[in-house]
């Protein structure tokens, strides 16, 4: 069976394409706008296919993965950037919601969480 890649090493193989490059990293800010266009082209394609937005007959056809690949690229650039750990990120903010939305939404297995008194 062939393993997927880790997180760690999607930052370590975005780390060493980035450092072949004498200009490195771009700042914070310009990585959020970066980051920001390309949420606004995967918003364009999810509108696109599942919304009542047609895409224009001139217009590139583009998939969903393609775009969601491409905002996955600058959020591990700016991690890095910025020094973030994103397994250590996504550990925490995994037990986060585990424990505060528990019983938030209806469970598949019937459980029901207690109320808390306001």
Not at 23 to 51: K, W
Not at 60 to 81: Q, T
């Amino acid at each position: 069976m062939e393993s997927k890649i880790t997180l760690s090493e999607m930052q370590t193989t975005v780390d060493d394409y980035i450092r072949q490059f004498k200009t490195g990293y771009f700042g914070p800010l310009a990585q959020m706008a970066r980051l920001t266009e390309e949420m606004g082209e995967l918003a364009r394609e999810i509108n696109h296919h599942y919304g009542e937005k047609q895409k224009k007959a001139t217009e590139p056809a583009k998939a969903i993965p393609e775009e969601m690949g491409d905002v996955l690229i600058v959020l591990l650039m700016m991690a890095n950037s910025l020094d973030i750990d994103l397994t250590e990120a996504f550990e925490k903010n995994m037990d986060k919601f585990q424990k505060r939305d528990q019983f938030r939404f209806e469970r598949v297995d019937g459980r029901v969480g207690e109320k808390k008194e306001k």
